[in-house]
Structure formats: structure tokens, C-alpha cells
């Protein structure tokens, strides 16, 4: 009789770590995009992403969804002094074709990390939607970027934080330039391509204002608890490196951007220095 004591402290030591690592692991995004798509009346469309896996079912039911329109009328200004935080440095990457996107992919979590509310998120990949997901006062642009980042502290209240820049058509971007060269011969084939070391401050910030909200992942499972910083200055991209983009994945989707979701009375909020430019 007395021996069973062991055993049950023993069990419910294993329970307790079972129940504590399934809490802590991170709902990424899908990696093998083919398994939904963007298509408005297909089977696997937005429509439908909550209902084709049980684990996606934040993607119906959620109530905190991105991506969406950051309106004049619903967008409080805060005066803050400072940019945000990143300590980023080069790093091994990869580039993948998950599908319906192009992704760059760091190594190891060794590419750096920003720091937001006290909390450190580190980089782990950037991905292009064409059209953006994210529009201003109604307005869409020729593409986004999502800069994904994850928080390893374990008892971090929100642990992915997503960075998104918007594009218009103009010239060319400096960062997509050194890409294209290894996108291409990606075209139509789910494929990755170990490209060596990319440093993530090439990629150009712009301007000192930004939106934040609390939303989900753009993509299954679609997460929610995602802190979105949207950089509010528009930077370009040219014609050619949208359609290579595209192209990329032209044999899956011929657009990759989630429609806007509803805001159910979310705040999103206007980072902006004062007397600093858009």
C-alpha cells in the first residue's frame, strides 16, 4: 500500500510537465501551405480554413483576427519618444516555397530579437503577401512583409510579435534585389534553398510611427495573441519583384492575402514622435 505513494507522485510530476509543455508550445504557421488556399469560393478558402483542421479553429471563431484596416476614426494617437528595439545581426538563413509564399528563414534563433513591452521576441522569419493583408483608411498596397518573431520566455503573456512593412509600386527594393536571383529557379517546385548568411538590418524600416494591435497569425492555425506592429511609413517595391513573387507560386495561388477580419471593438493604436514625419 505504501508503495503506491511513490508512484502517484511520480505520475502526477509527469502530468504536471505534460500539461505544462503543451501550454507552452507555440502555434506556428503552417509550413506546407497546399493544405488551404485563398481562393473565395473554394473548399479550402478563408472561408473554410476554421472548419478544415479542429486546430484551426481560432480561423472561424476568433474574435481577435487580423489582418485589419487601421481607420482614422478607430485609431488612438500615443506621443512616444524612440524607435523600436531590435538588436538584429547576420545569421545562416534559408528560403523556402511553402506554397503560397516565399519565406526567409533564420537559423537557431541566432538572427537576433526586438523588444517590446519588456519582452524579447526573437526573429525567426519574413514572408511576402501580395496584395498587403493590412490596409490604412481603406487603402490596400502592392505587398507586405511579416517579420515573424517569438518570445522563448515561458511565463511571456503574448509570445509572438509580427513586424509588417507595406509596399507600393515604384522603385525597386534595395533588400528583394539580393532574393530574386534565388526565387526564381523556386518557381512552381516546394523547394528550400540554404542561401548563407542575410542580415535582417538590410531590410529597411522607414519611418519612426507605427499601428499596434493585438491580433492573430494571417495564415492557420491562426493564433491569436499576436502583437502586430505596423510600420506606418509605405516604402516601394518595382512591378518585377511583385511578379517574381508571384510567380514563385503562381501553381498554387495567384494572390496569398487574407481578407480583412472585424475589429470587435479591439483598440489599435498610433505610435507617433512628435513633430516626426510620416
Known amino acids: 500500500m505504501h508503495q503506491t505513494k511513490p508512484i502517484f507522485i511520480i505520475y502526477t510530476f509527469l502530468l504536471f510537465l505534460l500539461i505544462f509543455s503543451s501550454k507552452s508550445v507555440i502555434a506556428q504557421e503552417v509550413e506546407d501551405e497546399r493544405e488551404f488556399d485563398y481562393s473565395k469560393g473554394g473548399e479550402k478558402g478563408p472561408a473554410h480554413w476554421g472548419d478544415l483542421k479542429h ?14 484596416d487601421m481607420s482614422s476614426d478607430r485609431v488612438q494617437v ?4 524612440g524607435e523600436i528595439k531590435r538588436r538584429y545581426k547576420p545569421s545562416n538563413a534559408i528560403v523556402k516555397n511553402r506554397g503560397h ?9 541566432s538572427a537576433g530579437m526586438i523588444k517590446i513591452n519588456g519582452t524579447d521576441y526573437f526573429l525567426q522569419q519574413g514572408h511576402w ?6 490596409t490604412i483608411n481603406g487603402r490596400g498596397f502592392d505587398l507586405e512583409l511579416h517579420m515573424v518573431h ?13 513586424i509588417a512593412l507595406l509596399y ?41 510611427k507605427y499601428y499596434r494591435y493585438m491580433g492573430s497569425l494571417t495564415v492557420p492555425p491562426c493564433t491569436q495573441g499576436v502583437v502586430w506592429t505596423i510600420n506606418k511609413k509605405i516604402r516601394t517595391v518595382s ?8 510567380i514563385a ?4 495561388a495567384e494572390l496569398n492575402a487574407r481578407p480583412l477580419q472585424p475589429l470587435n471593438r479591439r483598440g489599435v493604436q498610433l505610435y507617433s514622435p512628435e513633430n516626426t514625419p510620416n
Request: net charge positive; aromatic share 6%; hydrophobic share 35%.
Open 101 to 109: 509564399d516565399i519565406s526567409l528563414q533564420w537559423l537557431n534563433n
Open 249 to 252: 507560386v503562381h501553381d498554387y
Open 78 to 81: 500615443i506621443v512616444k519618444s
Open 55 to 68: 486546430e484551426w479553429s481560432d480561423c472561424k471563431k476568433g474574435g481577435m483576427q487580423s489582418p485589419i
Open 168 to 208: 507600393k509600386i515604384g522603385p525597386p527594393d534595395a533588400f528583394l534585389n539580393k532574393l530574386i536571383k534565388i526565387v526564381m529557379p523556386m518557381a512552381i517546385k516546394l523547394t528550400e534553398s540554404n542561401i548563407g548568411v542575410i542580415d535582417p538590418k538590410d531590410i529597411k524600416m522607414g519611418g519612426r
Open 129 to 134: 503577401h501580395s496584395p498587403s493583408e493590412h
Open 239 to 246: 512591378q518585377d519583384q511583385v511578379r517574381a513573387l508571384r
Open 150 to 162: 517569438v518570445s522563448l520566455e515561458p511565463d511571456a503573456t503574448y509570445k509572438i510579435a509580427v
